[in-house]
């Protein structure tokens, strides 16, 4: 039987594919969790599918670091990232996919639309589940209202009603936990 000799590009690919795919995994079942204790269960098990994906997971291999999202990597090599563009059309939890044209002045420019709660709730699964899995020896419940806070000004197309809620449901979990704050999600 021959054995079959990789050079080290392959290797650090095969690495890369390999902990790409755990990453994601594990993402994906923290969200599921999280979303099951809300009673999101369809919700939970379709959350983010399109990761595994040829489109979105061969950005995972080419730019895996395991520390922050590959996309991140993508978008600094070549100003913007098609798996994030291909994910944020995919999966109504991201506030991105909440955008429209607006006509309603003279003129048209792109505005939020208020995101359905269904999917609010699961975009906080997702931020808890991101913080935790990127940050897994210093996560605590303030971690996802943090890193929301260092992008806030910035989000200019989410809408008013959808960013006041997202922030609210960020400070009781930093404040109050992740029991009471799934309790009142799930109520």
Not at 37 to 43: A, I, N
């Amino acid at each position: 039987m021959s054995s079959v000799k990789l050079n080290e590009e392959e290797k650090r690919l095969l690495h890369n594919a390999w902990h790409h795919f755990l990453t994601i995994t594990h993402h994906k079942l923290v969200v599921m969790d999280g979303c099951f204790k809300v009673g999101l269960f369809k919700q939970g098990l379709l959350h983010d599918l399109s990761k595994y994906s040829w489109e979105e997971f061969k950005t995972g291999v080419k730019y895996y670091q395991g520390t922050r999202s590959p996309n991140a990597a993508e978008k600094e090599e070549k100003g913007y990232s098609s798996a994030w563009l291909h994910h944020k059309g995919r999966n109504k939890h991201h506030f991105e996919y909440w955008t429209d044209v607006s006509t309603a002045e003279d003129h048209w420019k792109i505005v939020g639309v208020k995101m359905p709660v269904n999917y609010l709730a699961e975009m906080v699964m997702d931020r808890i589940s991101a913080s935790r899995v990127y940050n897994p020896g210093t996560y605590t419940d303030q971690a996802p209202l943090a890193y929301y806070m260092k992008s806030k000004d910035r989000l200019w197309f989410i809408h008013k009603d959808t960013k006041r809620e997202l922030e609210g449901f960020l400070r009781m979990l930093a404040e109050k936990g992740e029991d009471r704050t799934l309790a009142y999600i799930r109520k």
